[in-house]
C-alpha cells in the first residue's frame, strides 16, 4: 500500500476492514492513514465498517481545511453565521411582539367597550350568531398563543444547540493550538 502509483493491485474488503480496524485503533501512520483515505475514495466496496471509516476521514478532512483556513476568514465565517441566526432571532422577536400587542388589544377593547361587532366567515359565509363568533376568535387567538409559544420553545432549542456547537468549535480551537 505504500506505492500509490501501482494501481494494479486491489486489496480485498476483508483486508480493507482490517486496515479500518486498525485505523480506528490509532495504530496507523500518518502516511498509511493517508493512503488509506486515498484508497477508500477510489474504492467500490462498501460494508458498514469502510463506510464509516470513509465518513470519519472525510469529516477529519474538512476539519483540519477549516483549521489551516486564516483566522480572518474564519472570523468572517462566524460573524456572517451569527448575522443570519440574529435575524432569525429578530424576526421571531418581532411576532412575538406583533401577536402579544394584537392579543392585548384586542382584550384590552373588548374590557373597555361593551357593544363591540364581530364580523367572523367560515368558509365564506357569515357567522351571525354572536356567541358563536367570539368562540372562533378565541379559538383563533389561543392557536396563535400556542403557535407563539411553540416558537419560543424552538428558539430556546435552537438557541442551545447553537450553544453546545460554539462549545465544541471552542474546545476544537483551543485543541488545534497544542
Sequence with gaps: MNDRSNNTATLSVKELEELCRLYLDCRLTRLQERELHY??????????LIDEVRGMMDFALRLSEVAEKPAAASVAVRTRWWQ??????IAVSLLVLVASAATLTYFSASDSQTDITY?????????????????????????ANEMLARAAEVQEAQQLRMDEMQRFYDKYQKYMQY
Excluded at 39 to 48: G, I, P
Excluded at 84 to 89: K, L, M, P, T, Y
Excluded at 119 to 130: E, F, I, N, P, S
Design 119 to 143: 364580523l367572523v366567515y367560515v368558509d365564506g359565509a357569515k357567522v351571525d350568531d354572536r356567541a358563536e363568533a367570539e368562540a372562533i376568535i378565541r379559538a383563533d387567538i389561543d392557536k
Design 84 to 89: 443570519r441566526w440574529s435575524v432569525a432571532n
Design 39 to 48: 484508497v477508500l475514495l477510489h474504492t467500490e466496496a462498501s460494508t458498514e
